[in-house]
C-alpha cells in the first residue's frame, strides 16, 4: 500500500470517547466533574513533561521506534521476502513481549483462518507463535510442521528465559539432527546485540539475527524486530504500521487533554484507581482485536504492578487488566460488570467499518421474536450489540470508554499499539513508579534458575529450601 497523504491519516484517526466516564452519565459517585479534570491537570502536565523528557532514553527507547529504523525495515522486508519464498511456517519461539504483540498483529491484520486457508489463498507462510512450555504443544507443534520447509525465529531479549531457552535447544537438536551444517538456515534469532547468551549462541552458530534495541522492553517491543519481522513474514505492511504509530506520536505530541487521547485516557484510569478502580477490562468488539486485549494485559499490568514507587515507598500500585470480548463476553462477563462491584473501568474498542459485510437471510418469517434480525448485517447486530453494552454500562453507573478505529488496518493498528504504550507511559508517571522494570517477572524466573540448579542461583536454591515446608493436612 502506498504511503498515506494527511487527508488519508486524518480519516483513519482513532477516536477516543470519554463521556460516560463522567458524572453527567454515570453519577457523581463514580464519575468525573470537568472541575475534578480541571484540578488534575496539574497531574496531567507533570506527566507529560516526564514522558517528554525521557522519550528515546533510558528503557524509553520505544518511542523513537517509528523514526529510526529505516535501514533494518528493510532488511526485515529483504528477510521475510526470502522466507516466503522458501518457506511454508514461521514459527516464533518466545514468551510475553516477544509473543503477545506478534500474535496480537497477526490476529488483527491476517485472515482470521490464515493458518487454514489453502497455500494458493494464503500467499504467506503459516505463522505459530509457540509461546509455553507445555510438552503436549511441543509435540503437538512438531506434528504439523514439516521442519524442511519451516523457519524458526527464537525472540528473546535477555537471551535466557527459560521457556525460549528451552523451546531453541529443542528444536536446534532437531534441526541439527536432520539439517546438518544446514541447521541455521532455520532458525533467526531476536535477541539484544551486546547481552545474554542468544547473541552468543547466534554469533557461534553463524545465525541471521535482529537485535532488540537496549531501551525497548519485551512489552514495548512489537514495532521493533521482534514484532516487525513476524508481521512482514505474513504480509503486513509493516511501513504502515510504524507510520500509524509515528501519527499517533505526533497527535499525542500536546498536552491539551482534549486532543491528546493517550494522556486523558491515562489520567481517567488514573483518577479511576484513586475511586478504587482496581481493574481495567479490555473490550474489543472485533475477533481481529481479540489478542489485542492479551498484549494490552501484559503491557498494563507488568507496567503499573509496582510494590514500591520511585522514592522506595511501599505503594502495591496497579490495575488488574482483565480481556473481554465483544460480544462473546456480553454472555459470559457483563453481569459481573454491570452488576458486581464497582472496580472496574471497561474499555471498548469499536470498529467503525469491519472488513466483511454479511447479511443476515430471510426465514422464519412467521416467527417474529426471530424474523426481526432478517434483512440487517451482522455488522449492523454487533454495531448494535456494542451501543447496547455501552448504554446498560452507564445506566448502571459503570465507568466506561470507547476507542474506535474508523477500519482494522496496518496503520489504525500501528495507532492504538502506540498509543496504549504512551498511555502506559503516562500512567506509570502519574503513579511515580518505575513502568519499565519487571522484578516481579525476574522473581518467577530467578526461582525456576534456583529450581534447575543454575549456577549463579544457589542462594535462592537455600531460600526456596529453607521455606515452610507444605502441611500434608492442607492438601485433601
Ligand atoms: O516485558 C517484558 O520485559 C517481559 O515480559 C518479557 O517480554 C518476557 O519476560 C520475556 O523476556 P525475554 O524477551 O528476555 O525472553
Redesign the pocket.
Known amino acids: 500500500m502506498a504511503r498515506l497523504n494527511d487527508k488519508m491519516r486524518k480519516a483513519l484517526k482513532l477516536k477516543l470517547d470519554y463521556n460516560n466516564m463522567m458524572a453527567d452519565y454515570v453519577g457523581e459517585e463514580q464519575g468525573f466533574t470537568d472541575a475534578e479534570l480541571k484540578r488534575a491537570k496539574s497531574i496531567a502536565d507533570k506527566a507529560f513533561e516526564t514522558v517528554k523528557a525521557n522519550r528515546g532514553q533510558g528503557m524509553m527507547g520505544w518511542t523513537e521506534l517509528p523514526y529510526n529504523q529505516a535501514e533494518i525495515v528493510e532488511d526485515i522486508i529483504a528477510t521475510a521476502k526470502d522466507i516466503k519464498k522458501k518457506f511454508d511456517n514461521f514459527v516464533v519461539l518466545?514468551?510475553?513481549?516477544?509473543a503477545l504483540g506478534p500474535t496480537a498483529v497477526f490476529q488483527a491484520l491476517c485472515h482470521l483462518r490464515h493458518n487454514e486457508l489453502p497455500k494458493s489463498k494464503r500467499k504467506a507462510p503459516k505463522l505459530y507463535v509457540e509461546d509455553n512450555v507445555d510438552p503436549e504443544r511441543m509435540v503437538a507443534l512438531l506434528d504439523v510442521l514439516d521442519l524442511e520447509k519451516t523457519m524458526f525465529n527464537v525472540?528473546?531479549?535477555?537471551?535466557?528465559?527459560s521457556e525460549?531457552m528451552s523451546q531453541y535447544l529443542i528444536i536446534m537438536d532437531l534441526l541439527k539432527k536432520k539439517f546438518g551444517d544446514k541447521a541455521k538456515d532455520h532458525m533467526i534469532a531476536t535477541t539484544s546485540s551486546n547481552k545474554g547468551n542468544l547473541i552468543k549462541i547466534a554469533k557461534q552458530e553463524g545465525l541471521k539475527t535482529f537485535y532488540i534495541p537496549d531501551g525497548v522492553?519485551?512489552?514495548f517491543s512489537e514495532l521493533c524486530p521482534v514484532g516487525l519481522l513476524p508481521a512482514a513474514v505474513v504480509g503486513v505492511d509493516i511501513k504502515q504500521m510504524l507510520d500509524g504509530a509515528a501519527y499517533m506520536d505526533k497527535i499525542c505530541s500536546t498536552k491539551d487533554l482534549k486532543k491528546n487521547p493517550a494522556l486523558i485516557s491515562a489520567l481517567l484510569e488514573y483518577l479511576s484507581m484513586q475511586k478504587g478502580k482496581n481493574i481495567s477490562v479490555m473490550m474489543p468488539y472485533a475477533d481481529s482485536l481479540k489478542y489485542i486485549a492479551d498484549w494490552y494485559c501484559?503491557l498494563w499490568g507488568?507496567s503499573l504492578g509496582k510494590s514500591v514507587d520511585k522514592e522506595g515507598n511501599l505503594v502495591y500500585a496497579g490495575q488488574t487488566p482483565v480481556k473481554a470480548l465483544g460480544v462473546t463476553d456480553q454472555h459470559s462477563q457483563i453481569q459481573l460488570y454491570r452488576e458486581g462491584p464497582f472496580d472496574k473501568v471497561i474499555t471498548l474498542i469499536a470498529v467503525e467499518n469491519y472488513r466483511k459485510e454479511v447479511e443476515i437471510s430471510e426465514g422464519c418469517k412467521d416467527i417474529p421474536d426471530v424474523s426481526f434480525l432478517c434483512g440487517h448485517t451482522m455488522n449492523e447486530l454487533i454495531t448494535s450489540e456494542r451501543i447496547a453494552t455501552e448504554y446498560a454500562l452507564t445506566t448502571a453507573q459503570r465507568l466506561n470508554y470507547t476507542i474506535t478505529l474508523p477500519e482494522v488496518n496496518a496503520f489504525t493498528i500501528g495507532e492504538l499499539l502506540y498509543m496504549f504504550e504512551l498511555e502506559t507511559a503516562y500512567a506509570g508517571a502519574m503513579l511515580n513508579i518505575d513502568t519499565f522494570n519487571?522484578p516481579g517477572?525476574e522473581g518467577g524466573k530467578n526461582a525456576t534458575y534456583a529450581l534447575f540448579g543454575r549456577k549463579g542461583y544457589e542462594e535462592t536454591k537455600k531460600e526456596m529450601d529453607n521455606a515452610t515446608p507444605k502441611k500434608a493436612d492442607y492438601i485433601i
Open positions: 518466545g514468551i510475553g513481549g516477544s525472540i528473546t531479549k535477555s537471551g535466557s528465559t525460549t522492553g519485551g512489552r501484559q507488568e519487571q517477572v
